[in-house]
C-alpha cells in the first residue's frame, strides 16, 4: 500500500513539475514594429533561442511575417542602443540576415541577431534596431527588440 502511494505522489509531482516548465516560445520577447507605412513585411512573429538573454550564451532572434512584394537586393542597418548612447551601426546586404535574393512576395523569416553576448556586457538595459531596405530604399521591415541585464 505505501509503495503505491509513492508511486501516485511521484507521479503527480512529476505531472505538475512539467506543466510548470516554459517553452522559449512561451516567453514574451519585449519587441516593438518600427516600421513606416511603406513596410514591405508585416511581422507576425519575433522567436529567441533563449529568453531573456544571458552573458556568454548565444542568442538568435528571428522575425518572421510575409512579404507584400518581390525585391531583388537591399541593405540593413542594425543599432546597438545601451542606456541612450549608440553603439557603432552594423550594415551589410540583406543575405547577411539570411535573406535569399530574389526575394518574392510570400513567407519570410529573417535572423536579426545572431551573436554570443560577452561576459563583459554591462549591466543595464539594451535595444537593438533592425531596419532594411530594399533596392529602391523603401524599407522592408523595422524591428526593435530590448532586454535588461
Known sequence: MSFLTILVFA???TITTAQNIQKVSDVPISWVNCTTWTDQLSIE????NLWPP????LLTVTVSGQ???SFIYGDYNKTIVY???SLPSI????NDLGITLPAYRGPLKVTIFNSTIP???PAGAYDVYVKAYE???AEIFCVKISWEF
Open 11 to 13: 507521479l503527480t509531482f
Open 45 to 48: 512573429k519575433v522567436e529567441a
Open 54 to 57: 544571458k552573458r556568454n550564451q
Open 67 to 69: 512579404t507584400k512584394e
Open 83 to 85: 542606456r541612450g548612447y
Open 91 to 94: 550594415t551589410g546586404p540583406l
Open 119 to 121: 561576459e563583459v556586457a
Open 135 to 137: 533596392q529602391d530604399h
